[in-house]
Nanobody
Framework: VQLVESGGGLVQAGGSLRLSCAAS????????MGWFHQAPGKEREFVAG????????RYADSVKGRFTISRDYAKNTVFLQMSSLKPEDTAVYYC???????????????????WGQGTQVTVSS
């Protein structure tokens, strides 16, 4: 399984970005997916997750109402739409696939088996 993120960049505070994570393999539809971020000197933290069937999503409190996670089964891709961006959103963003199939997303990064290489998001004030 390979996960490839894209869509990061530099944006001003209040702006928007949409991150994409393209997954290889035929089992994309069987697994929950998550987005995490990691700022310099900090641990990797859960941002958002979506269940294997797309019917359940969960978000970190810091991004609720601003970020939206979604998935496209035809494209084997998961998205993170980020709006009203703040300087504190600056980080490397990673997508990940949950290790257990047919489950809901988990905030624990240890529950995820595959990770992308990350994409940098920088929000200027």
């Amino acid at each position: 399984v390979q996960l490839v993120e894209s869509g990061g960049g530099l944006v001003q505070a209040g702006g928007s970005l949409r991150l994409s994570c393209a997954a290889s393999g035929r089992t994309f539809s069987s697994y929950a997916m998550g987005w995490f971020h990691q700022a310099p000197g900090k641990e990797r933290e859960f941002v958002a997750g979506i269940s294997w069937d797309g019917g359940y999503t969960r978000y970190a409190d810091s991004v609720k109402g601003r970020f939206t996670i979604s998935r496209d089964y035809a494209k084997n891709t998961v998205f993170l739409q980020m709006s009203s961006l703040k300087p504190e959103d600056t980080a490397v963003y990673y997508c990940a696939r949950l290790s257990r199939s047919y489950s809901s997303p988990n905030v624990d990064r240890g529950s995820y088996e595959y990770w992308g290489q990350g994409t940098q998001v920088t929000v200027s004030s």
